[in-house]
């Protein structure tokens, strides 16, 4: 009975220990659950932060604006480049659109979308930022897993460069047709004169024909020179660069121009050393020292002087100088005349055969060889049209 009794006590007590242990590793389990669910959340709360700063990250890279809101209408998010167009601080979460962007095209936009689903090439004008953009918003609503609005996206593609280059076209072919038009109508009229009996007479034939002639030679060197420059604007013209003495490649302008610079008494002059290089397409150097000096005859002092002189700057560079002593280019027409077809006085321009295009030429064949041109002038004291090249060897 005693030894029953002992061994009940041992198994009891064994017992005792089984369970003792067994809540004991249940404790574990548990502590160990609880620890494992902390960290999983935890990883899982991380995870999402690290994705959610990568999407911002790449939201904020990107080119267009956008701009998402909730279904009340207030920003969820929008990124560096929307709020660099409305001029707003990003990310603005929280307000309304229109307390953001404050135009009210973007707030009818985000209303149109509660009963839209998506509006597609929306042109607006802002001015928030100064000067007037143009934007062209592409927007489409949320819908949550019920079909319940969800906000919206809103994406804005700035077209402000675009509509400035369709302005620039318009100008330039309205200017390239009235251009052609005028020699075009003189050469009609004159040619209409001699038909309807003006050819009879052999002075008025002389005089008609000479009209007729120089009208056909200005259209050529209209033609030419569009073509030169819309050859150098697809950026293909061919340049055969090669090291020139420029002192002849000046001189070579000089001769061909001579009898133009002689009919109005100016004096050229070439004080180029002789030493000087330049690393260049001789032909159309030609062109642009001809272009420049054309110009000192046209508009510089009738009786007057025209010299091209060059130095090489302590940098390498290559500095070339076309001087004159004429009347000068006022101040504000100087950040302009490298304009196609912009002149400081048309009605000259003309009665000298100018097409206008002359500068936008030499302009654009410098910075084809790396150069730059600019023009320094006090008017009344002359000007200075200065080309800088790029060294003709290269520095060590
Ligand atoms: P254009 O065919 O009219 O000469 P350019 O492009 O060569 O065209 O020159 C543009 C304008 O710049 C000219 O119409 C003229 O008003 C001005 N200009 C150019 N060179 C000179 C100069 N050396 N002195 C004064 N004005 C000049």
Same mark, same amino acid.
């Given at each position: 009975?005693?030894?029953?009794?002992?061994?009940?006590?041992?198994?009891?007590?064994?017992?005792?220990?089984?369970?003792?242990?067994?809540?004991?590793?249940?404790?574990?389990?548990?502590?160990?659950?609880?620890?494992?669910?902390?960290?999983?959340?935890?990883?899982?709360?991380?995870?999402?932060?690290?994705? =959610?700063?990568? %999407?911002?990250?790449?939201?904020? #890279?990107?080119? *267009?604006?956008?701009? $998402? &809101?909730?279904?009340? /209408? !207030?920003?969820?998010?929008?990124?560096?480049?929307?709020?660099?167009?409305?001029?707003?601080?990003?990310?603005? =979460?929280?307000? %309304?659109?229109?307390?953001?962007? #404050?135009?009210? *095209?973007?707030?009818? $936009? &985000?209303?149109?979308? /509660? !009963?839209?689903?998506?509006?597609?090439?929306?042109?607006?004008?802002?001015?928030?930022?100064?000067?007037?953009?143009?934007?062209?918003?592409?927007?489409?609503?949320? #819908?949550?897993?019920?079909?319940?609005?969800?906000?919206?996206?809103?994406?804005?593609?700035?077209?402000?460069?675009?509509?400035?280059?369709?302005?620039?076209?318009?100008?330039?072919?309205?200017?390239?047709?009235?251009?052609?038009?005028?020699?075009?109508?003189?050469?009609?009229?004159?040619?209409?004169?001699?038909?309807?009996?003006?050819?009879?007479?052999?002075?008025?034939?002389?005089?008609?024909?000479?009209?007729?002639?120089?009208?056909?030679?200005?259209?050529?060197?209209?033609?030419?020179?569009?073509?030169?420059?819309?050859?150098?604007?697809?950026?293909?013209?061919?340049?055969?660069?090669?090291?020139?003495?420029?002192?002849?490649?000046?001189?070579?302008?000089?001769?061909?121009?001579?009898?133009?610079?002689?009919?109005?008494?100016?004096?050229?002059?070439?004080?180029?050393?002789?030493?000087?290089?330049?690393?260049?397409?001789?032909?159309?150097?030609?062109?642009?020292?001809?272009?420049?000096?054309?110009?000192?005859?046209?508009?510089?002092?009738?009786?007057?002087?025209?010299?091209?002189?060059?130095?090489?700057?302590?940098?390498?560079?290559?500095?070339?100088?076309?001087?004159?002593?004429?009347?000068?280019?006022?101040?504000?027409?100087?950040?302009?005349?490298?304009?196609?077809?912009?002149?400081?006085?048309?009605?000259?321009?003309?009665?000298?055969?100018?097409?206008?295009?002359?500068?936008?030429?030499?302009?654009?064949?410098?910075?084809?060889?790396?150069?730059?041109?600019?023009?320094?002038?006090?008017?009344?004291?002359?000007?200075?049209?200065?080309?800088?090249?790029?060294?003709?060897?290269?520095?060590?």
């Amino acid at each position: 009975m005693e030894a029953a009794l002992i061994l009940l006590a041992a198994a009891a007590a064994a017992l005792a220990l089984a369970w003792a242990r067994e809540r004991r590793l249940r404790r574990e389990d548990a502590d160990r659950g609880r620890r494992d669910l902390a960290e999983q959340r935890f990883r899982r709360e991380a995870e999402l932060k690290e994705q =959610s700063q990568r %999407t911002a990250a790449l939201f904020d #890279r990107m080119v *267009e604006g956008l701009i $998402v &809101v909730d279904a009340a /209408g !207030r920003i969820r998010m929008a990124n560096r480049a929307a709020a660099g167009l409305f001029g707003f601080d990003a990310p603005a =979460s929280g307000k %309304t659109v229109l307390e953001a962007t #404050r135009n009210h *095209e973007v707030s009818a $936009v &985000v209303a149109r979308l /509660g !009963r839209e689903l998506e509006v597609l090439g929306h042109e607006l004008r802002i001015e928030s930022t100064g000067a007037p953009r143009f934007l062209q918003v592409n927007a489409l609503a949320l #819908r949550d897993s019920g079909g319940a609005s969800d906000g919206a996206i809103l994406v804005f593609h700035d077209l402000t460069r675009l509509r400035q280059l369709e302005g620039v076209r318009q100008e330039f072919v309205a200017n390239v047709s009235h251009e052609l038009r005028t020699p075009l109508s003189l050469i009609k009229s004159a040619s209409e004169t001699l038909l309807d009996g003006g050819k009879e007479d052999p002075a008025a034939l002389a005089r008609f024909l000479a009209i007729i002639d120089k009208h056909a030679h200005r259209l050529a060197l209209l033609i030419d020179d569009l073509l030169l420059l819309s050859t150098l604007d697809s950026g293909g013209l061919r340049l055969d660069k090669q090291p020139l003495a420029f002192r002849a490649t000046v001189q070579d302008s000089i001769d061909d121009l001579q009898p133009r610079a002689r009919a109005r008494g100016v004096t050229l002059e070439n004080s180029v050393p002789a030493a000087l290089v330049v690393l260049a397409d001789n032909e159309r150097m030609r062109q642009v020292i001809s272009n420049l000096l054309d110009n000192a005859i046209k508009y510089g002092r009738a009786g007057g002087k025209a010299a091209v002189g060059g130095r090489m700057l302590p940098n390498g560079r290559i500095e070339i100088a076309v001087e004159d002593d004429g009347p000068g280019i006022p101040k504000e027409a100087q950040e302009r005349i490298f304009e196609r077809f912009y002149r400081v006085d048309k009605a000259r321009s003309r009665e000298q055969g100018g097409t206008g295009l002359g500068l936008a030429i030499v302009k654009h064949v410098i910075q084809a060889h790396g150069g730059e041109v600019r023009v320094d002038s006090e008017p009344g004291s002359g000007s200075v049209f200065i080309l800088t090249f790029p060294p003709a060897a290269p520095t060590q």
